[in-house]
């Protein structure tokens, strides 16, 4: 098939997933689009496996403490313990983000994890707690392509979701509003679609909604406020799953979702007559993620040439895109928290609870010479020679933690340490001939047009062996500007 | 001069349609652009939250040392500043500044509803939005966006650090960050950077691809007139050997050239003093007085210290009480240093916090961090405040 037919397809791999793989390389040249996205499918159809990585420690101590009786039982522990709880927990966290990292690398169900990506930033969330965070993650790969009022209800009941959102301090003679504000604004309906006392009736609602320890739903009876409530024009004595509810039975829901998964999955400037079409669909199906889908990537419009390599990566995407072309094995696999901190970008840590805001605000002078120079980096194990910012969050007052390990991402000078497995790369460039190699190489890793010519790729790359041209050709390629799009 | 030179950028940009550095605005990076008087400002972020009450003492007040019984700083060791305040004993540089007229102390900033997180707290304080609001990019981030329509290196604010603060990244424009103008050009001066650059040819239409060559391109061009910049009028003075020491020296360098560079933002911490505060707020403190102290000498020696303020903060200051760890939990109002030979007000220029009116333990905030913005960026940068903060906000005095 044609050329145009191969950029399609990497188009799709890298929308719908984290970029195309080295060993899809063959069939991304050979297979329709259709076909393609029917494979994703299919190999995104399982249910997933739950991500536990919660440190031993931790999961003995949880184990041992009961609903019952869970307050003495805390302030029992003692101070040092407690140190080392946190410094398990922080260590399990940054174990969770290099597990999930590694699957959007290794994983066939591409399309799967990057929706759950996407609902990731989406449901945005900071904890501390690896068994609360264990839990969302896994809330929205479960529910990641299903339904979106599942993952919405399973959400607004995880442990995660309610500590961050302060929704356990909602109760009915004090209620707090940041867990409905947010509901609304950034889950549902978006700014400007409610009135502020649209959001003082739902946090009635939701008062009582509160976690256990294990991070279970628990209602809180006594705190809960049983009176009436009027919420967008509704009244009734209503609980938190039925002014869920009311939000979705807004089509303004389905619009607010559906304009962010355009923006991130097709174009940061958004067709407004495309969104209006998939969003009317994805009401009308009561929200099928998995339709929703299905509807941008099986259509025309997708494949457009104004889609196409439009968008920044994320810090992440281009992390895990390197890594899909490039297989390579880490010695140092913190240099991976490392990189996503100098970034921008940290895995279960975003910005705030409005998630990651993309596009354009990934580049800045530091940000771009970075990831021009990480091919390099990560080639010639060269130093990094920058230093991320404190995270006091994470620090928790210490310069470093007692134990001497280092928060997540933070350090000094960071060395990648890796080897790269070039074997299926090159069996792929075998048979090209030599004044077509840079044509072809550039054909598998831009998106874009590049005005970098072949000429000048040549003259910095080794042309001592053909293999030694297709290394340094590759990793030159991914040195540039037009590499950072997809 | 300026004046004169905003309105050629103007023009400039409107005449060419390229992103690419046009040449003729490469010549105007010999001329002098940046005349004694022109006013500078060093923003000293303390991170991880400084706990305020420690800073500036109130030695006079029995809370105080009612609810810091560990912590508390006696009044005979704190340095007298009035009968009532006294600051921390290692604040010696910032007690002379106050003695001769150019330190003044801002009580009780905040914000209405306080997050208690380092990050979210941070981020308000970074882009001056309501605790409500989540914005995107930083008020000083506007204010380049403001200053650099059009222009060809975003140097007027510059971050001394690997990577760029929220704070400095507006909508369009971003600032430069960097800890050395010398390892900077190196990095932004490889061979390949620069030929690819000078391949590409911006099409009509904007396309994606565009804005990452805009910014390699003002990389490019800033590193190389900040390293110019730096090598004209380097400090001879003595500055103490530590990294806030070293960037304060590197940013008087480049204000002693005539560099168009008007904010400088610069980080220390971590401040987050949960156990053992004493001991790290001493030690923060000390390396934050030294290096302060060869700074502002540096300046007043080379007859520029009318022309610079320094200001600091905190995302929060700690809670009045101590915790059992001989240290403090997150707060929320703390004071801000405004230092520098053009200050207006002088000394305690508000009310010390009252310790009787808390609110759950915390202290409540009198004055928002935005009015200081707004003053800032009115009085001193002659910027349109309104624009940057998208709202009116009352000024204050201090400049």
Request: with cysteine; net charge neutral.
């Amino acid at each position: 098939m044609s050329l145009a037919n191969q950029i399609k397809n990497q188009h799709l791999m890298w929308r719908a997933g984290f970029g195309p793989a080295v060993e899809q390389l063959v069939d991304l040249s050979q297979v329709s689009s259709k076909q393609l996205y029917k494979a994703l499918q299919k190999a995104s159809s399982k249910k997933p496996e739950y991500i536990d990585v919660a440190d031993d420690f931790l999961k003995g101590l949880w184990a041992g403490i009961d609903e019952v009786g869970r307050q003495e039982k805390m302030k029992e522990i003692k101070e040092e313990d407690k140190k080392k709880i946190q410094q398990k927990q922080r260590e399990s966290v940054k174990s969770l983000n290099l597990n999930w990292l590694n699957v959007f690398v290794n994983t066939d169900a591409q399309l799967r994890e990057k929706m759950a990506f996407f609902w990731h930033g989406h449901f945005a969330c900071r904890n501390l707690n690896v068994f609360y965070q264990q839990g969302l993650l896994d809330i929205i790969r479960r529910n990641a392509l299903g339904s979106f009022r599942d993952m919405l209800q399973e959400v607004s009941k995880s442990a995660a979701m309610l500590n961050f959102l302060n929704n356990q301090q909602n109760r009915k003679d004090h209620p707090n509003e940041n867990f409905a504000r947010e509901v609304m604004e950034l889950f549902t309906l978006g700014r400007g679609n409610y009135t502020e006392n649209d959001i003082k009736e739902a946090a009635r609602a939701f008062t009582g909604w509160s976690a256990g320890l294990k991070g279970q739903f628990i209602f809180r009876r006594m705190q809960h406020d049983y009176g009436s409530k009027t919420v967008l024009g509704k009244t009734g004595d209503f609980d938190g799953d039925e002014v869920l509810d009311i939000l979705l039975s807004q089509k303004q829901t389905a619009k607010f979702i559906t304009q962010k998964v355009y923006k991130f999955f097709v174009n940061d400037t958004v067709d407004e007559d495309k969104m209006n079409w998939l969003a009317d669909r994805f009401y009308q199906s009561t929200y099928d993620i998995g339709k929703l889908l299905e509807d941008i990537f099986t259509s025309d419009w997708f494949y457009d040439e104004k889609n196409i390599g439009s968008k920044i990566k994320s810090p992440i995407e281009l992390i895990a895109g390197i890594q899909r072309m490039l297989p390579m094995q880490l010695e140092n696999e913190e240099s991976l928290t490392f990189l996503q901190r100098a970034l921008g970008q940290i895995l279960f840590y975003p910005p705030n609870v409005a998630g990651w805001p993309g596009g354009k605000t990934w580049i800045d002078s530091s940000s771009l010479m970075l990831r021009m120079r990480l091919p390099q980096l990560i080639n010639d194990i060269d130093e990094l020679n920058i230093k991320t910012k404190d995270d006091d969050d994470q620090m928790m007052g210490r310069k470093t933690p007692e134990d001497g390990s280092k928060p997540m991402g933070y350090g000094k000078r960071g060395v990648i340490r890796a080897t790269i497995d070039w074997k299926e790369y090159m069996r792929h460039f075998e048979k090209v001939q030599k004044d077509q190699l840079i044509g072809s190489l550039a054909s598998n890793l831009l998106q874009t047009k590049s005005s970098v010519s072949g000429e000048l790729i040549k003259q910095y790359s080794d042309a001592g062996s053909k293999e030694s041209f297709i290394k340094s050709a590759t990793l030159q390629l991914m040195s540039t500007p037009e590499y950072q799009l997809c | 001069m300026i004046i004169k030179r905003r309105e050629f950028l103007q023009v400039g940009s409107l005449a060419t349609a390229s992103l690419m550095v046009p040449k003729f605005l490469k010549a105007f990076e010999v001329r002098n652009m940046m005349l004694p008087g022109n006013k500078v400002l060093v923003i000293l972020q303390l991170s991880g939250g400084n706990d305020g009450l420690n800073t500036v003492i109130p030695y006079r007040n029995d809370i105080y040392y009612k609810s810091r019984q560990r912590i508390g700083i006696e009044r005979s060791k704190a340095l007298s500043l009035t009968d009532e305040a006294g600051l921390h004993p290692a604040l010696t540089g910032f007690k002379e500044l106050y003695d001769d007229g150019s330190l003044a102390i801002m009580n009780s900033v905040g914000y209405p509803n306080p997050d208690r997180s380092h990050f979210r707290s941070m981020d308000i304080w970074h882009t001056g939005s309501e605790s409500k609001e989540y914005w995107t990019n930083g008020w000083l981030g506007r204010y380049l966006d403001a200053q650099c329509k059009g222009c060809d290196k975003p140097t007027y604010a510059l971050e001394l650090d690997d990577t760029l603060s929220l704070a400095m990244k507006g909508e369009e424009a971003k600032a430069i960050a960097m800890k050395d103008p010398k390892r900077l050009f190196g990095t932004a001066n490889q061979r390949f950077f620069k030929d690819v650059m000078q391949q590409h040819k911006d099409e009509p239409g904007e396309q994606p691809v565009d804005y990452l060559y805009k910014t390699l391109s003002e990389t490019v061009s800033s590193a190389n007139y900040i390293f110019e910049k730096s090598k004209l009028h380097p400090s001879k003075a003595e500055y103490p050997k530590t990294e806030l020491g070293q960037n304060l020296k590197t940013i008087a360098s480049l204000i002693f050239s005539d560099i168009n560079t008007k904010v400088y933002y610069v980080s220390h911490g971590s401040f987050d003093t949960h156990i053992n505060q004493q001991f790290q707020q001493q030690r923060l403190f000390t390396e934050m007085n030294d290096a302060i102290r060869s700074f502002t000498k540096d300046l007043k020696e080379n007859g520029r210290f009318d022309d610079v303020l320094v200001m600091t903060f905190s995302e929060f200051g700690r809670r009045v009480s101590q915790n059992a760890s001989g240290g403090t939990d997150h707060g929320t109002a703390n004071n801000m240093f405004l230092i520098g030979g053009g200050i207006k007000e002088k000394g305690l220029i508000n009310p010390m916090p009252d310790l009787s009116d808390l609110d759950e333990g915390d202290l409540k905030y009198k004055v928002d961090f935005k009015n200081v913005y707004a003053t800032v960026l009115k009085n001193w940068l002659a910027a349109d405040d309104m624009a940057i903060l998208k709202k009116k906000y009352d000024y204050l005095k201090f400049v």
